[in-house]
């Protein structure tokens, strides 16, 4: 994407207030009048002044007053609503890349950090205000009064104007040999400083992490030696652009000598008179400010140009799918889901599912189980569109799910997820994700049922205990609680579990399965288990091994069957011993 299209983008997006941007326009074509009209004056002044006619003299000194009183109010105007314009669109601009951002795919934020993309959001957005106050208090009065200057000044003397031409020309061509040498290195260092914010990311995120493996200056060396690459790219780019300032600044006085030498000449021949040249020294000069202030432009839309290439890359990256606008909700749920030969692979070589078929009767217990890898949460984050099957189908109620609103599928499942996946917000508004309209007393239910109740209310704060990023002020056990309390809100008619009793110990595992009991009743219900004494009672039970459906049955058939459900049984039952006798020790961490 080149500079010019990246700045015509920038401008595009103050379309949603184009008719205050097309009057701050015509405030700034008033001040490109201005900026050709003093010098214009001054020159008719300075010829006034050696003719007797005193009145003229003071007609255009007056008509200048008016001109300069004009241009003060023009931009004070500009300044004002300018400034308005840039904030309101700044902060729409974050909003939008937010709303994108997060309906993106799984896969695109599982291929940039977190901290990369905040990274291009917080700088993609600055970078937008600044060029948006830029463009209504200095570019387009620049370019209008260049547009305007340049054929006055061919109108009053080619020869002079031919000079002023000359001048702009280098100019252009000083600016595009440094973008042209520098563009490479400048977009080396862009991706040096998001590889600076993707650590740091890591490590804020990781802090228990690099504190108990004593990685501290460690870290912070890496940061440190990240930096110094990041200023030796940086240097011979500035390097570059100082060299640029100088040629701008030697071409500049070498115009404006010329201008009066060239316009002495003339003079002398009759050519033009004193005003002239004094004018066409006050465009000189005025054209000299403005092309080094286009000039600095320039540059800073140079340094700023891979930041907003970033920025609308990840605007335009589409999102996983987007709603046929005909496409209805999904009706009332009884929860009779169906695979149907269900294919899917993260990468097209190494498909993740194969060919699965199975069918669930409404209100029924389905588990899902296998070795590591073998498919059971990405079947089911296919049922709630995480990522759309490459073949086959599934339907609820014999509705294919891609048939309707996404917002309507997702409000009909539930899912309590291995990682709980907790807010830095308040007890209660992590709870509320489940339901937004929850009262204190629904909140309280809920969480008594997930049997988080006793542990929040002696929080200091009580429901209105912030939660640390991520959860990590709680246990394993109180965030996963949490998250079945959030479920419990939700209330919908389809609900998944992965693993949602693995973060327990036995004690209150067992009071939580209570709950899930009575959560589960009369809800399709599909639980990803490994500790497989925990499906005993499941309605069906699905084996998979890479991506395949093996083995399908009650409990006690597959047992039976001496296939790999019951390999992995006897392996459930040790790693089940182990756990109890892990459970047994003291707690010294958590």
Known sequence: MGILRIYLRVIALLAPEKWLAATLAVANLALAGVYFLEPWLFGRVVDALSSTDKHAVWRLIWSWAGV?????????????????????????????????????????????HTGRLLRIMHGGTSNLFHLWLGFFREHLATLLAIVVMVPLALHINWKLALLMITLMASFATFNAIAMRKTHKAQGEVEELHHAISERAGDVFGNVLVVQSFTRLAAEAAAIREMMRRALAAQYPVLRGWAWLSVANRAASTLTIVAIFALGASLNVKGEVTVGNIVSFVGFAMMLIGRLEQFAGFISGLFFQGHSLRDFFAVLDAPVMREDNPDAPDLPVVRGEVAFENVSFGYDA????????????????????????????????????????????????????????????????IAVVFQDPGLFYRSIADNLRIGDPDATQEELEAAARAAEAHDFVVV?????????????????????????????????????????????????????????????????????????????????????????????????????????LFAELDGQGRFVEDAVEDAQAMPATLD
């Open 68 to 112: 300069g009183l004009g241009g003060v109010i023009a931009s004070v105007w500009v300044s004002l609503y300018a400034d308005r314009l840039a904030h309101r669109r700044r902060q729409a601009a974050i909003a939008y890349f937010f709303e994108h951002a997060i309906a993106l795919p799984l896969s695109f934020h599982g291929q940039h």
């Open 349 to 412: 070589t190494h498909p993740a599912l194969r060919n699965l078929s199975f069918r669930v009767r409404a209100g029924g217990t389905v588990a899902l189980v296998g070795p590591t890898g073998a498919g059971k949460t990405t079947a089911l984050s296919l049922l709630y569109r995480a990522w759309d099957p490459d073949g086959g189908r599934i339907t609820i109620d014999g509705i294919d799910i891609r048939s309707v609103k996404l917002a309507s599928l997702r409000r009909a």
């Open 459 to 563: 929080k200091p704060e009580g429901y209105a205990t912030v939660v640390a990023e991520r959860g990590r002020s709680l246990s394993g056990g109180e965030r996963q609680r949490l998250s079945i309390a959030r479920a419990m809100l939700k209330d919908a008619p389809i609900l998944i579990l992965d693993e949602a009793t693995s973060a327990l110990d036995n004690a209150t595992e067992a009071r939580v399965q209570r709950a899930l009991n009575k959560l589960t009743a009369q809800r399709t219900t599909f639980v990803i288990a490994h500790r497989l004494t925990t499906v005993r009672n499941a309605d069906l039970i699905l084996v998979l091994k890479d991506g395949e459906l093996v083995e399908q049955g009650r409990y006690a058939e597959l047992v039976a069957q001496g296939g």
